[in-house]
């Protein structure tokens, strides 16, 4: 019987992972077979591959550097509004670009808080275009999000292992070496690999903030293809090269890593009996709120006084991306879970890799290879909600998989015999065993999900018509018009939104029925 | 089932009481902004179904470059009957598609700075690229290279994403042929960055990141007549100014031929090209009976229009990008 269920289980498992690689990798098929003449890499590409991937390289290694005093810093202190703080450093994950890009600056630009104060003092202005800013934008992003990983590590580490550390008289040292470094390594290349992934495909942030066409990464020579050129074959091969890094990657990083192993104790701090650092952490912690508060104020500063006169066109736009970022969610939930019931049995490198590359998918092959495909059986405009809805989902499960696979293993090994002995069956082991198991990473997983799907502009610039526009796609055409105020309100809206989304997911993981 | 009929009757019902719809329906391809609440769409709309007894169906598609890649994508079968809001870097891809039946016949000579002669595309209305600022801005250089000579900073948009990039990109092209590449090494080091797109170029000069952003002649009209603020002015350069003239064309796939022919012609009457001004902010290619809105004639009038042959660009194209990316990369 719980054989049988299990088997059932796996089976949904391999078709979750056939879903998600055939809508990220597979969309780019039907571009080389319409095609006419097969795509060509030219020596520029090089030049612009190099970029993307050195840019992509140093992101994740700056944002996973600050990420470890940061995380190190929030793991060992208790204090009023932690919790708060926490839930905080989600938001600059979920902000869309061009509003994150205008916060970060309003801090950081020529005429930003920072250069206003430089120029007060007789000094000149901030100049951050270029490599610069792009690692500024880039860090600002994903710092949060490889904290937030890095707590769940530190949540890991046993509170006997902290009494026995304190026992043998450990300072902060010898604290690291021996008991959180081999948490770090086991957390630290799958968390660096989310970001590399995640800047692989940056393309508006890069560019903008890069100050040129230095800062050209592969997907702006993606849109290109696809949009100017009309090079479907050269976009696909494009794509491909794209995954193609990004696969190695993923070999290469989760080869190093080796499988956590994970409490249910997010956001719980274990007793600790190293006190020192206390100024330090302080340090770290505020630094870390300026940094990335101030543009997040920034954004709702300034998009604050067109709240209040929004059109009714952006309410509805509102209501229409909440409704798919919660269908996304959960049809992301589904698929994530019983891929990480697969993966969590073994070591599946290259199935996990092929999961977690649907991360550098471009939405935009993705949408135009799925109008390709649905164009002859049904009209893909009609759909475009449902088409939208599905594809985020998609887009959603490497980050899901990513929080969700050690939880789901740990619950497997911790319960699994115990369940299989009292024959429990599925439905009942999965109420009671797995769910509650996982509900901590599990709320936290949705919540970035929802948060990120509210904010896509994704395929629905392509399938989207003005009776089907979500709220970034309205802000989008807001600013391609001139509106620059009513789009500031929609993007304030917009983050306000996603972060209510996010928070209700996030404190729903953490609430305590027992309590 | 009944829910489905029912919502089908009173969906009937409700169009039947708008339009009589006795002729059927046309679908137009438009980039997005056109059909937004604030763009054109509906004012066009309304005037055009008062008088065509039929259905006018904007569909928005992207920006202008999307638009031709879904009717490439879509292909013969495609279920448009008329694309409007190319623009003259596209029409040489698009005629070269086939796709594009030749325009109605009889149609008035456009008000352009320029000889029109397409035998397929109808503009419907055009605008100059300028470097945009504010008034208040000392020394405002009076030519391309004299704005490479000087300390001012500039945002301008990619031409590999953005159709103002591009339009400088041939601008630039057009005004000086071989020595582009030795005004692109000029501009070089007046350019703050780069950006996909004209909105987050024109976002960031409107934080303050720059002196100067590559626009239109026409968008200091829409601070000053939606805004009422008369802070925004646009730079006359020497060289001249390259411009932009977005068209439509009628597909030969069309179901629709005579409804789409009877729309082009309405394109050039002051039902369409009335709406055009303070709504999609550019100058009209048919000039209304009522003249242009006030506040327009504030701004600058170039004396040399710059616009290559569709061909000619389309044939520049790729070389004139190359020499920017050169140019900037150093």
């Avoid at chain 2, 065509?52 to 994508?73: E, H, I, K, N, Y």
């Avoid at chain 2, 086939?98 to 016949?105: C, E, I, S, T, V």
Wanted: a negative charge.
């Amino acid at each position: 019987m719980a054989r049988r269920a299990l088997s059932i289980s796996t089976g949904l498992g391999a078709a979750a992972i056939v879903i998600v690689v055939a809508l990220t990798l597979g969309t780019i098929v039907p571009l080389l077979w319409i095609a006419e003449a097969p795509g060509r890499i030219v020596g520029a590409d090089w030049a612009v591959l190099r970029f993307t991937v050195v840019q992509a390289f140093l992101s994740a290694v700056l944002s996973v550097l600050f990420a470890v005093p940061l995380a190190r810093a929030l793991a060992r202190r208790q204090f009023w509004g932690r919790q708060a703080l926490l839930l905080l450093l989600g938001a600059p994950f979920i902000v869309p670009v061009i509003v994150a890009v205008l916060g970060i600056l309003a801090v950081w630009g020529r005429s930003g808080w920072l250069s206003d104060g430089l120029g007060a003092l007789g000094l000149p202005a901030l100049d951050i275009y270029g490599m610069t800013g792009v690692l500024l934008a880039h860090v600002f992003f994903n710092l949060p999000l490889v904290t937030r990983m890095l707590l769940t590590g530190w949540a890991a580490i046993r509170a006997e292992q902290f009494r026995l550390a304190a026992q043998l008289g450990f300072g902060p040292r010898d604290m690291l070496r021996h008991v959180e470094a081999p948490m770090l390594r086991e957390v630290l290349p799958g968390a660096g690999l989310v970001v590399f992934l995640i800047c692989l495909t940056s393309f508006a942030v890069a560019l903008t903030l890069g100050g040129g066409p230095r800062a050209t990464t592969l997907e702006l020579a993606i849109y290109q293809s696809l949009r100017f050129d009309f090079d479907l074959s050269r976009a696909a091969m494009l794509a491909l090269v794209q995954m193609g890094v990004a696969l190695a990657a993923a070999i290469l990083l989760l080869g190093l890593g080796r499988p956590a192993e994970f409490a249910d104790a997010l956001g719980r701090v274990a007793e600790r009996y190293d006190t020192g650092g206390l100024w330090q952490d302080r340090l770290v912690i505020g630094a870390a709120l300026l940094f990335l508060g101030l543009p997040m104020l920034a954004v709702v500063a300034r998009g604050a006084p067109a709240l209040l006169t929004l059109s009714a066109s952006i309410w509805e736009a509102a209501l229409r991306s909440v409704t798919i970022a919660l269908a996304a969610t959960a049809i992301c939930f589904a698929l994530s879970l019983a891929i990480a019931w697969v993966l969590s049995t073994g070591r599946a490198v290259l199935a996990e890799g092929m999961v977690l590359i649907g991360l550098t998918a471009s939405s935009l092959v993705i949408g135009t290879g799925l109008f390709i495909l649905l164009r002859p059986i049904v009209d893909p405009f009609a759909l475009a909600l449902p088409l939208t809805a599905v594809v985020n989902a998609v887009m959603g499960v490497p980050f899901a998989l990513r929080v969700l696979l050690p939880a789901v293993a740990t619950v497997r090994r911790g319960q699994g015999q115990l369940a299989a002995s009292l024959g429990l069956s599925r439905g009942v082991w999965l109420r009671h065993v797995l769910l509650p198991g996982i509900r901590r990473p599990a709320g936290f997983a949705l919540g970035l999900v929802a948060a990120f799907s509210m904010g896509d502009l994704g395929i629905i610039a392509l399938f989207g018509t003005s009776a089907t526009a979500t709220l970034p796609l309205e802000m989008a055409q807001l600013m391609g018009a001139y509106r620059m105020e009513a789009a500031a309100g929609a993007g304030a809206l917009l983050l306000i939104l996603s972060f209510m989304l996010f928070a209700v997911f996030d404190a729903g993981g953490r609430y305590d029925h027992a309590r | 089932m009944k829910t489905v009929s029912l919502t089908l009757l009173a969906t009937t019902a409700l169009i039947g009481a708008t339009h009589a719809q006795s002729r059927g329906e046309l679908v137009v391809y438009t980039y997005d902004s056109f059909t937004s609440d604030w763009g054109p769409g509906p004012v066009v709309e309304e005037a055009f179904e008062a008088v065509c007894d039929c259905d006018l169906t904007f569909v928005g598609a992207g920006d202008g470059a999307a638009l031709l890649s879904r009717v490439q994508l879509e292909g013969a079968r495609s279920d448009a009957d008329v694309v409007l809001g190319l623009d003259t870097n596209l029409t040489a891809r698009a005629t070269a598609t086939g796709l594009f039946a030749d325009k109605p016949a009889g149609l008035p000579t456009p008000d352009l700075p320029i000889a029109w002669t397409d035998p397929i595309f109808t503009p419907f209305d055009w605008g100059y690229f300028a470097f945009v600022h504010e008034a208040d801005l000392a020394d405002v250089p009076t030519s391309l290279k004299a704005l490479g000579e000087s300390d001012l900073s500039i945002i301008v948009q990619d031409p590999r994403s953005s159709t103002p990039g591009l339009g400088l990109v041939m601008w630039v092209d057009a005004a000086y042929g071989d020595e582009a590449a030795a005004v692109w090494a000029a501009l070089a080091d007046n350019v703050v960055t780069v950006t996909p797109g004209w909105s987050e170029a024109y976002g960031l000069f409107l934080e303050g990141e720059a002196d100067m952003v590559l626009s239109y002649t026409t968008s200091p009209a829409y601070h000053l007549i939606a805004e009422d603020d008369p802070s925004k002015s646009a730079a006359a350069f020497d060289e001249g100014h390259y411009m932009q003239v977005e068209v439509a064309g009628i597909l030969k796939g069309s179901d629709q031929p005579d409804l789409a022919a009877e729309f082009i012609q309405f394109m050039a009457t002051d039902g369409f090209q009335g709406a055009i001004p303070t709504t999609n902010w550019m100058y009209p290619a048919f000039t209304p009976a009522g003249g242009l809105p006030d506040g327009f004639e504030t701004l600058i009038t170039p004396e040399t229009a710059l616009l290559l042959p569709a061909d000619e660009a389309e044939a520049r194209r790729a070389a004139a990008i190359e020499t920017w990316r050169a140019a900037l990369s150093q």
